[in-house]
């Protein structure tokens, strides 16, 4: 053992680990060894393909991305109900022509599809769509899925698993194999967000539940989250919710989490995924591209973490100025992990301001970035974006360090880049590949 210790330690010396970097040599280090990292992906709303028709993949799918939608309505005159009313491919075919050919794709979301013809080594000009229909055709979906992952530089997958959505919950009634490179997630927007809407789902999975959660409701929503807990053994149980979100609250929202979602989640040792300040549905006439964001009051956050300290929160919010406040959050409890630049703020521009304030308040003790990709080749663009983001920052920061009088070391920046990416989620999460 002494033995083995003292080998590693010359072999990393003489791979220079152990060695202080030149300042110079800092951005290229942290590249090279940012590029290598295999990452963990904490939230996607991906699908193993033993989902079938839920895993999404293919031009088709990355072009009616939502994202691109809310972008083609801003310059397109057509109108979301004709939208609507055409096929997948004919709405994939006006997003190309609106976004790609008539206009140049600066945007984030356009140049992330431009990134992945890219990755393909398909071609990228106004013709490309054809060809690239061909390509994805001739794809079989379990090597490509892997073809995809090592492009990416990703080996897990965390999904959004719904137990409410008619079309998922019959998939897992009839079994979900296995999958190691896929985890599930236990959603909960439909219970704690809309009860009114779907306690009927509730009980009629068998259920003793009724509009207002009176009664045996709450012992019979434990029930039911413990049922689905044991079949999906999901890593988390997330729930999204609007910038209006208090706590302590008499609302069924704050009554279910209180009393039903905690507690289980505690049960479970699972954490809590709560992702905070979006305004659904402003505009319902483009469907899943009209949620917006709006700022919250994170006092219920710190609430919940002063009151729940055995019950641990993954929390990302989405409103640019409450993430100030959220590191200051994390720095007053440690069951409060912050992850990612969701949805809007998954702009470089805000990624870059949000990750500094990060490193400067909390070292390395939160999770940078999820991807969120709703379609398989996104997490390809959206892992590269994140990486090109992050490598200068995290260089600066060592050279900052440099220059304060401790040197980095290869063996630091690889130490650290496996806590951001990786270990913070291994901690936090069971990812072990379950039976
Ligand atoms: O980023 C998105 O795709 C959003 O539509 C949401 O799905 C969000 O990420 C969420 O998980 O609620
Ligand atoms: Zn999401």
């Given at each position: 053992?002494?033995?083995?210790?003292?080998?590693?330690?010359?072999?990393?010396?003489?791979?220079?680990?152990?060695?202080?970097?030149?300042?110079?040599?800092?951005?290229?280090?942290?590249?090279?060894?940012?590029?290598?990292?295999?990452?963990?992906?904490?939230?996607?709303?991906?699908?193993?393909?033993?989902?079938?028709?839920?895993?999404?993949?293919?031009?088709?799918?990355?072009?009616?991305?939502?994202?691109?939608?809310?972008?083609?309505?801003?310059?397109?005159?057509?109108?979301?109900?004709?939208?609507?009313?055409?096929?997948?491919?004919?709405?994939?075919?006006?997003?190309?022509?609106?976004?790609?050919?008539?206009?140049?794709?600066?945007?984030?979301?356009?140049?992330?599809?431009?990134?992945?013809?890219?990755?393909?080594?398909?071609?990228?000009?106004?013709?490309?769509?054809?060809?690239?229909?061909?390509?994805?055709?001739?794809?079989?979906?379990?090597?490509?899925?892997?073809?995809?992952?090592?492009?990416?530089?990703?080996?897990?997958?965390?999904?959004?698993?719904?137990?409410?959505?008619?079309?998922?919950?019959?998939?897992?009634?009839?079994?979900?194999?296995?999958?190691?490179?896929?985890?599930?997630?236990?959603?909960?927007?439909?219970?704690?967000?809309?009860?009114?809407?779907?306690?009927?789902?509730?009980?009629?999975?068998?259920?003793?539940?009724?509009?207002?959660?009176?009664?045996?409701?709450?012992?019979?929503?434990?029930?039911?989250?413990?049922?689905?807990?044991?079949?999906?053994?999901?890593?988390?149980?997330?729930?999204?919710?609007?910038?209006?979100?208090?706590?302590?609250?008499?609302?069924?929202?704050?009554?279910?989490?209180?009393?039903?979602?905690?507690?289980?989640?505690?049960?479970?040792?699972?954490?809590?995924?709560?992702?905070?300040?979006?305004?659904?549905?402003?505009?319902?006439?483009?469907?899943?591209?009209?949620?917006?964001?709006?700022?919250?009051?994170?006092?219920?956050l710190e609430s919940l973490c002063l009151a729940f300290q055995d019950n641990?929160?993954?929390?990302?919010?989405?409103?640019?100025?409450?993430?100030?406040?959220?590191?200051?959050?994390?720095?007053?409890?440690?069951?409060?992990?912050?992850?990612?630049?969701?949805?809007?703020?998954?702009?470089?521009?805000?990624?870059?301001?949000?990750?500094?304030?990060?490193?400067?308040?909390?070292?390395?003790?939160?999770?940078?970035?999820?991807?969120?990709?709703?379609?398989?080749?996104?997490?390809?663009?959206?892992?590269?974006?994140?990486?090109?983001?992050?490598?200068?920052?995290?260089?600066?920061?060592?050279?900052?360090?440099?220059?304060?009088?401790?040197?980095?070391?290869?063996?630091?920046?690889?130490?650290?880049?496996?806590?951001?990416?990786?270990?913070?989620?291994?901690?936090?999460?069971?990812?072990?590949?379950?039976?």
């Open positions: 053992m002494a033995t083995d210790l003292i080998k590693s330690s010359s072999q990393a010396q003489s791979l220079g680990n152990g060695v202080p970097l030149a300042t110079g040599q800092i951005p290229s280090v942290v590249a090279e060894l940012l590029g290598a990292i295999s990452i963990i992906d904490i939230h996607t709303h991906l699908f193993a393909p033993s989902f079938g028709k839920l895993s999404l993949w293919g031009i088709d799918e990355l072009l009616t991305y939502h994202y691109l939608e809310a972008e083609l309505f801003r310059s397109s005159s057509v109108t979301p109900e004709h939208y609507w009313s055409l096929s997948k491919p004919a709405q994939a075919e006006l997003i190309w022509k609106t976004l790609f050919v008539e206009n140049t794709p600066i945007s984030e979301a356009t140049r992330g599809v431009i990134a992945v013809l890219k990755a393909f080594g398909l071609p990228t000009d106004i013709s490309a769509l054809g060809e690239a229909r061909a390509f994805f055709q001739s794809q079989t979906l379990g090597s490509h899925m892997q073809r995809v992952m090592q492009l990416a530089g990703i080996d897990s997958i965390i999904m959004t698993n719904d137990p409410l959505d008619p079309e998922e919950f019959p998939i897992w009634l009839t079994g979900v194999p296995p999958h190691s490179d896929f985890h599930a997630v236990l959603r909960l927007d439909r219970i704690l967000n809309t009860w009114p809407d779907h306690w009927q789902a509730v009980a009629a999975q068998g259920y003793a539940v009724d509009a207002s959660a009176s009664g045996k409701s709450v012992a019979e929503i434990r029930r039911f989250l413990a049922d689905w807990a044991k079949r999906m053994s999901p890593v988390y149980m997330a729930c999204s919710l609007p910038d209006t979100f208090e706590f302590p609250s008499d609302s069924i929202n704050g009554l279910l989490l209180r009393d039903a979602v905690l507690p289980t989640c505690r049960e479970f040792k699972l954490p809590l995924s709560l992702m905070i300040g979006v305004r659904k549905q402003v505009n319902p006439r483009i469907r899943l591209a009209g949620d917006a964001a709006g700022r919250s009051n994170l006092r219920a641990r929160f993954l929390v990302s919010v989405l409103s640019r100025e409450n993430q100030h406040e959220l590191c200051v959050y994390a720095r007053k409890f440690s069951n409060l992990m912050p992850f990612g630049c969701w949805w809007f703020l998954n702009n470089a521009s805000i990624v870059e301001e949000i990750t500094r304030e990060r490193i400067e308040m909390l070292g390395t003790s939160f999770i940078p970035q999820h991807s969120d990709a709703r379609v398989l080749e996104q997490v390809i663009y959206k892992w590269a974006n994140t990486r090109r983001t992050f490598s200068p920052i995290l260089a600066e920061n060592y050279r900052l360090l440099s220059e304060d009088g401790r040197g980095v070391t290869r063996a630091d920046i690889q130490r650290d880049l496996d806590r951001l990416f990786r270990s913070n989620a291994e901690s936090w999460m069971d990812l072990r590949p379950r039976s």
